[in-house]
């Protein structure tokens, strides 16, 4: 639950400088060393995207910063907080070049990200950043924080546009591929329907996902981290169905069924046959 830590931050950072130096002195190729410094940058900012949702502005760090310690005061090593707009901007930069780098098939395996990684959680921020500033109104905090006065913790119903076209972008990009589908496809019956769902979540679809958790040495497995929310008497594993939906909230949404097929007493009773 902390992977946007610092810690981590400085590893990546670490990892970067040394891929400067192989490439320098040739122990890689420049195609390897494109793909390992997109991975890198697509996981700094997949990092930074789970900070900024968390705390708003955050200190961009893009050094190891191992040469800031002097000894003295050290100054080097304190680094100002980013708006959280820059820090949304730098997020959606750090995509558009590793998505550059990436290849569009990574041969260290379909679980790791590549080109189309980096554009599918660049939409992820992007929508994110959209729907922050557009609705910041809505609930916003105080102005008497430094934080929401500096900007720190703020968006603007302004910004939204620009984020909005962002994602139109990057999603465009992934569908213009060709290379990935919605799983199923359209169904032609209800059973069709309730098999697809439950297929999609049970066998990972390198189709439908662009960028999956293994638990098998980059390999799918049956998985792939959803023990926590799929309904207990479907999945095995350690805290089965803590996270998954309940009834409440799945009648809240769309259905398949037909007029005949519901019984409304108070609420809409959902029946599937």
Known sequence: NSWWNYTQMRSINKFLEALDSAVEKKIITQDNYNTYKGEALFIRAYCYFGGVTVYGGMPIVETSLDDKYDGKGNEGLY?????????????????????????EVNNGGNMRANKYSALGLQTRVALQAASISKYWDRKPLNSAYVAVARDLTKMKAEYADAYYAKVIEAAGKIME????????????????????????FQSYQFTEGLFGRSYNSGSATTGNGIQTRG???????????????????????????????????????????
Request: glycine share 8%; hydrophobic share 40%.
């Open 177 to 200: 591929s060709g290379k990935y589908s919605l799983y199923g496809g359209v169904p032609a019956s209800i059973a069709a329907a309730k098999d697809n769902l439950i297929n999609l």
């Open 231 to 273: 309904p207990n008497q479907h999945v095995d594993g350690y805290l089965v169905g803590t996270g998954s939906a309940t009834l409440n909230i799945a009648d809240e949404y769309d259905y398949y069924a037909s007029a005949t097929d519901r019984k409304v007493a108070g609420r809409q009773i959902i029946t599937l046959n």
């Open 79 to 103: 680094i100002p907080r980013s708006t959280e707009k820059a820090t949304y901007d730098w997020i959606l930069a750090q995509l558009d070049e590793a998505a550059k780098l990436l290849p």
